[in-house]
């Protein structure tokens, strides 16, 4: 793949159709600046207040862009919030579809077909694997990500947090639980 990539992008750097600078820009944007505590900021603020989080819900989008995430892979979110009742998943069962503006690049797993069929024929046996084993009776629910719609699951805020700053909030968000494969820090 590593060789590929390499190939292509001299092909297209020769004839003139792209600058390699331009490409390590953003290459370095997606391995240094943005990352999962982007979305961590934006869940542990939807947790302290609840404007914010009303907002979140209504239009996700311009919710998450007011705190400067934006960019490719994430101008059209949507945020899914996990209850008592309902837990969410996100899969992109045709491809890798990612809210790279708060979550950064997709983990391996994510992109593999393992995953991306058995998010849905067996969404609880996949959490399962991921060592989160949900009460038999709550829903869970699947969302399939695409090139038009990106999710970002925000997970129930831990038990004996109120006390907890935003940054300190934000701590217990992982990576995962704005997945749906994990839940926040701390959270049973
Ligand atoms: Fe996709």
Not at 29 to 47: I, L, S
Not at 58 to 74: E, H, K, N, V
Not at 121 to 126: A, H, S
């Amino acid at each position: 793949m590593a060789a590929r990539v390499r190939a292509l992008e001299t092909i297209l750097t020769k004839k003139g159709l792209i600058d390699p600078a331009a490409i390590d820009v953003i290459v370095d944007t997606y391995e240094t600046k943005v990352g999962p505590r982007n979305g961590a900021a934006v869940v542990a603020k939807a947790w302290s207040d609840r404007d914010y989080a009303d907002w979140l819900k209504r239009d996700a989008t311009a919710a998450i862009a007011s705190l400067g995430f934006t960019g490719r892979q994430g101008e059209h979110m949507q945020a899914v919030f996990n209850t008592d009742d309902t837990h969410n998943l996100v899969v992109c069962t045709l491809c890798s579809c990612y809210p790279w503006s708060v979550l950064g690049l997709p983990p391996v797993w994510y992109k593999a077909p393992p995953y991306r069929s058995r998010a849905v024929i067996d969404p609880r046996g996949v959490i399962e694997e991921f060592g989160v084993t949900l009460p038999a009776d709550k829903k869970i629910r699947v969302w399939d990500s695409t090139a038009e719609l990106r999710y970002l699951v925000v997970p129930q805020r831990p038990e004996g947090t109120d006390g907890l700053s935003e940054a300190q909030l934000a701590d217990l968000v992982t990576r995962d639980s704005m997945i749906g494969t994990g839940l926040a820090k701390g959270a049973a």
